[in-house]
Structure formats: structure tokens, C-alpha cells
């Protein structure tokens, strides 16, 4: 009886808003017909299709099947165009976007055929839309230029050329191409037009530092920043602008200009009663004072945004909250809350994907139930029209009977037949969706192997470091022990900093492996040599490479190699530069051999495999897991009148993003 209610009660809402919708439509209808006017009749259709546009889209597609056969009946080019735009925007609003285009086109023949220029803009304007919504980019840049170069031409519409030439800036922007994106920007920024207008200079230097943030071009983002301030007048607007500035200086290191734009920002949303933004405005300054270090106030803030962040119960915020009070602590050496909130912002994120799968098959179940009122519906308006028509058969003699009898069975087997496709193809796309599902499960799958090794790798070197404080600080070396400690410490910020993004460029590779090498000289007592060649065209911010891959190579040479030599300790790193993506890096040492090291290895009475090297060579399995272009590896071992004169590693690496 529980399930059966429920079942009942939507039943009865959809009947009666059905019932509903059915009488709206035969009031407008009864008020249309009443008009014996052709032109009059047309010019009110027109309006009664815009009405129904984004109000209900069921009447909205009655009413424009209308439209086109009062058009058509009247022979009315120009009502016929509008009535295929009105058509194309129903099917823009569903989603059907082929189709919108199809009619869009239609639409166009019919305006050119009239010489309506102005009309073709519109609809073209409006296709490009939909083209930018289908991911189609090139053709819809192509054709907002269309439309840019018609309004060019007349100085009435001149300003809503400007308008869309800043939509074709956005749309370069959202496919990441800046250099364009600001070249439109600026040639609106430059015309004198457009410098009269104070609306639409605020805009465009708003996006002018968007983009500019995104290229890391500061000082350019932040005048244009400033001028934008000058224009901006809309509360809300002006809050997202100040909190940009706050981002900028930010990154200038400015924290004091960013603090005081953060809390112009805090004020004008706390006016405007954005919940969520005052709560990023507060998270944003918090981070300010985290860099600052000025830690208490950073926790004050951190807590004050985390206290509403845990009031809204969203996720996703509280896994942000969660990884900036770890960083806090972190930074101030709270190593116990560091490491309470690590593990809270490590299980919102397994939380959150096990959400992100639910969802995914919740959308499917969405999908299905849609479909199957969508099909009920569909037969109860067959009912509506077989009951139609049975009610017309007393008025018609014995001949009309048959033809009426014969149209419904016609109707029944194209019904079924149709039906039958129907559910033929249902079944299809069911099995597609699900073997998708099962393809992102195990993507995921693997995503989730890289990610544990990842973080297994991490807690290795932390491990072999702080036994090396250990030594120091029984040896009474404070001194060294608080030198290696420092460095220890910087090496790790940098490891947890690149740790979620999964690549690291060759700089910032190269400099954590100085820092790495600098611990480990001071662990040789300074009888280590290493030198880094890199080539000028390898050591660029833009090539990347997976975080601790090389790393663990250098420290198997110097477990393996150098730690058995009493003098003499070499190590060479080299990284050439980039062929066809791909970066070649070699780790050569000067030790004692990996048959010598072998034999050494095998004396011990405890046999212990590196863990590092273990961990490496499974992650490199995954990494090079679906990939064309597979990282390699090539052991080489030097020798010198038959004598073992080191070891040499040859890492082939495939550039990630450049």
C-alpha cells in the first residue's frame, strides 16, 4: 500500500496538469480562430509562440506547428521564417541541437530569399550559439564574425557589434586560446565608441584581467584590474572584482593590498547576503595570511569558513576547507592537526567519487523513468486522437465508418512497428551507457592504484630522511641535524605542493633533486660530487614530467653505487633536450657496479628490496597504461678494461603537457 500511494498521487498530478495544459490550449486556440483576419491572425501567433517559449515547451511546439501552417496557408515568407526560428529555438531549449541547426538554416534561405539582412543576423547570432553549445568552436567563431561584420556596417547597431565581439573574445577564452581572446578585447578596449561607453569598458577590462591572470601576465592583468574599478558600478560585479584583485596581488606577493581588496570584497558580498561567496572571501583570506605567515590570523579565518562551510553540509567546500587547515598546520608545525585534517580531506575525496558514481547511475535512472512517461504520455495522446475520431464516425455514413476503421489500423501497426524500434534502440543505448560506465569505472580503478602508490612513495623518503636527523641529533650535530632539517623540510613542502597535480616541470624537478642531493651529501659527510646538466631547450616552466620519477633512480645510485665507495663519490644527471616530446634524462654514477653491489647485497644476513625502486617500476606500468608514447628505461653498465667503472640509467620520458 506505501509503493501503491506514491504511484496514485503522481498519477493524478500528472492527469490533472495534463487536463490543465489541455484547457490553456483550447482557450488560446478558440481566442486565434475567432480572428478572421489572416495578417492579424499571423502577428498573433507570433506573439502567442514567443510567450510559450521559455514558459512551457510543450505548448510552445503546438503552437508554432500552428504558426507554420497559418504561414504556409497564407503563402507569408516572412511569418514563415520566424516561425522555423521559433521551431529552432524549441529544439535548442530540448536539447535536439542537430535539428535547431537544421531549421536555423531554413530559417536563413527564407530571410535571403526577402532581402532581410537584419533577420539572417539574428538567426545566425543564434546558431552560433547552439554551435558553441555543441562544441563545434571553429564554425561557430565563423559565424559569430558573420554577424560582427553585418552590425559593423550600421553605426545603429554598432554597439551590439562591440557586444559580440567580446562574446567571440569569451568563447577563445573558454577554449583556452588567450592570445586571441585578447586581441578581441583589446580592439573593442581601443575603439572610441566603446570608450564612451562606461558599461562595456568595465566589462571588457574585467575580461582584459581574466585573461591576463590565466597567461600570468600580473602586472598587465592588475592595470586593467584597476582601470575596471574606475568603471565598475553593479554591487555584485564590483565584489568579483575586488576579490580578482586580491587574487593578483596575492600572486605579486603583495599580501597586504590583497588583504584589504579580499575584505572590500567580504563587505560587498556580506551586503548583498551571498552566503557562499562571503565564505570564499573568507577562505581567500585566510590563504592570504597563510602566505603572509601570519598563521593565527590565517586559523581565525580558516575556522570562521569552515564553520559555515560545515553548517551548509556541502562536500566539496569541506574538502577544500580541509586541505587549507592542513596546510596551516603544516606550516606552523602542528604536525598532529597537519596530519588529522590530511587524512579528513583525504576521505572526502574517496567520498566524493564513490558520490560522483552514484550519481552517474542515478542519472541513468533518471533517463530511463523520463522515457517512460514520455512513451506513456505519447499513448495516451493516440487515445485522445482514436477518440477523436470516434467521435466524428456518427456523423458520416457506412463508407466514412470504413475509411475511419481502416485509418486506425493503419495507425495501430505503424504505432506498434514505430513502438517496437523504439524499445530496440533503448536497448542499444542501455548497453552502450553501461559499457561507458564500465570503461570510467575502471579508468577510475586505475586512477585510484597511481594515486595510493603515489602516496606510498611519499612516506619512503620520509622515512630514510628522518633516520638521518636521527643520526645527527644521538651524534649531538645540531648543527647539521638543524641544516638537514630545514632542507628536509622545504624538500617536503615541494613534494606534498606537486603530490595532487601529478607532473612537475623540469625547473622545479630539477630543483627539488638539488635539494634532494644537498640532504644526501651532508649524509656522505660532503664526499659527494653530482653536477646537473640541462639543456636550455629541456629546462623551460611549460615541459612537464610525472612527479618523483627521477628521484628514486638517483637514490638506487646512491644506495647501490656510491654508498660502498669511501672517496671519490660521483653522480651525473643530464637532461637533453626535447625530441619529437619526448625528453631523455641518464643518471650516471661512478660506484662500485651492480654485480659488485649484488654481492654485497647477498652477505647480509636481513635481504631488503628497495621499496622506492619496487614502487616505481609498478608505477610506471600504470602510467604507461592506454599510451602510445610509453615512458622507457635503460640500465647500462660501465666498465673500463673489464673493470666496473659505475652505473648508468637512460629514462626516456614523454613530455605531459607543453
Known amino acids: 500500500m506505501k509503493r501503491i500511494l506514491p504511484l496514485l498521487i503522481a498519477l493524478f498530478v500528472f492527469q490533472w496538469s495534463f487536463s490543465q495544459q489541455e484547457k490553456q490550449i483550447d482557450s488560446v486556440e478558440t481566442l486565434l480562430f475567432a480572428i478572421n483576419n489572416d495578417s492579424l491572425k499571423l502577428e498573433k501567433l507570433k506573439e502567442v509562440t514567443k510567450t510559450y517559449r521559455s514558459a512551457n515547451s510543450e505548448i510552445h511546439l503546438h503552437f508554432i506547428k500552428i504558426y507554420l501552417q497559418a504561414s504556409e496557408a497564407s503563402n507569408s515568407t516572412i511569418n514563415k521564417a520566424r516561425a522555423l526560428r521559433e521551431l529552432s529555438e524549441y529544439y535548442s ?5 542537430d535539428s535547431a541547426l537544421l531549421n536555423f538554416d531554413q530559417a536563413i534561405a527564407l530571410y535571403r530569399s526577402i532581402n532581410d539582412d537584419y533577420g539572417v543576423a539574428i538567426i545566425k547570432n543564434s546558431k552560433a550559439m547552439v554551435l558553441q553549445e555543441k562544441g563545434d568552436y571553429t564554425n561557430a567563431l565563423k559565424t559569430f564574425k558573420e554577424v560582427v561584420a553585418y552590425l559593423e556596417k550600421d553605426e545603429d547597431k554598432y554597439t551590439n557589434a562591440l557586444w559580440l565581439k567580446m562574446n567571440i573574445g569569451a568563447l577563445y ?3 583556452n586560446e588567450f592570445d586571441k581572446a585578447i586581441d578581441y578585447y583589446l580592439e573593442v578596449y581601443n575603439d572610441p565608441k566603446a570608450q564612451e561607453n562606461n558599461s562595456i569598458i568595465g566589462r571588457i577590462c574585467i575580461n582584459l584581467t581574466n585573461s ?3 597567461k600570468k601576465e600580473f602586472k598587465k592583468a592588475l592595470s586593467f584590474a584597476l582601470e575596471a574599478e574606475k568603471k565598475v558600478t553593479r554591487p ?4 568579483g572584482l575586488k576579490s580578482s584583485l586580491g587574487a593578483l596581488y596575492s600572486y605579486m606577493d603583495n599580501n597586504e593590498k590583497a588583504h584589504n581588496y579580499y575584505l572590500q570584497a567580504l563587505d560587498l558580498y556580506t551586503s548583498l547576503s551571498l552566503k557562499s561567496k562571503v565564505i570564499d572571501m573568507n577562505h581567500n583570506i585566510a590563504y592570504n595570511f597563510l602566505r603572509w ?3 593565527e590570523d590565517a586559523e581565525r579565518y580558516f575556522l570562521k569558513a569552515h564553520d559555515s562551510m560545515k553548517k551548509n553540509d556541502n562536500i566539496n567546500s569541506l574538502k577544500k576547507s580541509f586541505k587549507g587547515l592542513y596546510e596551516l598546520y603544516y606550516a606552523k608545525k602542528d604536525y598532529k592537526k597537519a596530519f588529522d585534517y590530511y587524512n579528513k580531506h583525504q576521505n572526502i575525496k574517496d567520498s566524493i567519487h564513490g558520490i560522483e558514481k552514484l550519481n552517474a547511475i542515478a542519472d541513468i535512472e ?5 522515457e517512460k512517461t514520455k512513451r506513456e504520455k505519447e499513448k495516451a495522446e493516440q487515445q485522445v486522437v482514436i477518440s477523436k475520431l470516434e467521435s466524428q464516425k456518427n456523423r458520416n455514413l457506412f463508407l466514412g465508418v470504413l475509411v475511419i476503421a481502416g485509418l486506425i489500423l493503419l495507425a495501430s501497426v505503424f504505432y506498434f512497428s514505430r513502438l517496437k524500434a523504439k524499445k530496440k534502440a533503448e536497448l542499444v543505448t542501455i548497453e552502450l551507457k553501461e559499457t561507458q560506465k564500465r570503461l570510467a569505472i575502471e579508468k577510475q580503478y586505475r586512477d585510484s592504484e597511481l594515486k595510493a602508490l603515489k602516496a606510498q612513495m611519499n612516506p619512503h623518503f620520509i622515512f630514510n630522511a628522518l633516520n638521518s636527523i636521527q643520526d645527527y641529533i644521538v651524534l649531538n650535530k645540531k648543527n647539521l641535524a638543524s641544516d638537514y632539517l630545514g632542507k628536509f623540510a622545504d624538500l617536503i613542502r615541494n613534494y606534498l605542493h606537486f603530490s595532487d597535480t601529478g607532473f612537475i616541470s623540469i625547473p622545479e624537478e630539477v630543483h627539488n633533486l638539488n635539494l634532494y642531493l644537498q640532504l ?20 623551460l616552466d611549460e615541459i612537464h614530467i610525472p612527479t618523483m620519477l627521477i628521484q628514486p633512480y638517483v637514490e638506487n645510485a646512491l644506495k647501490h653505487g656510491l654508498l660502498h665507495k669511501k672517496d671519490n663519490r660521483k653522480l651525473k644527471i643530464s637532461i637533453g633536450k626535447p625530441i619529437n616530446k619526448t625528453i631523455e634524462c641518464s643518471i650516471e654514477d661512478n660506484g662500485i657496479g651492480r654485480e659488485k653491489s649484488k654481492e654485497i647485497t647477498s652477505k647480509r644476513e636481513s635481504h631488503h628490496k628497495s621499496f622506492a625502486l619496487k614502487a616505481t617500476t609498478e608505477r610506471l606500468d600504470l602510467l604507461n597504461y592506454g599510451r602510445e608514447k610509453k615512458i622507457g628505461v635503460a640500465i647500462i653498465d660501465l666498465y673500463e678494461n673489464n673493470h666496473a667503472t659505475g652505473t648508468k640509467v637512460i629514462l626516456k620520458i614523454p613530455i605531459l603537457k607543453q
Open 366 to 370: 533518471i533517463k530511463y523513468e523520463t
Open 212 to 214: 591576463y591572470r590565466q
Open 520 to 539: 644526501e651529501k651532508l649524509r656522505f659527510e660532503e664526499k659527494l660530487e653530482y653536477v646537473f646538466e640541462v639543456d636550455e631547450a629541456a629546462n
Open 93 to 97: 531549449d530540448v536539447k535536439k541541437l
Open 173 to 175: 577564452a573558454e577554449i
Open 293 to 295: 605567515e601570519k598563521y
Open 236 to 239: 555584485r560585479s564590483l565584489a
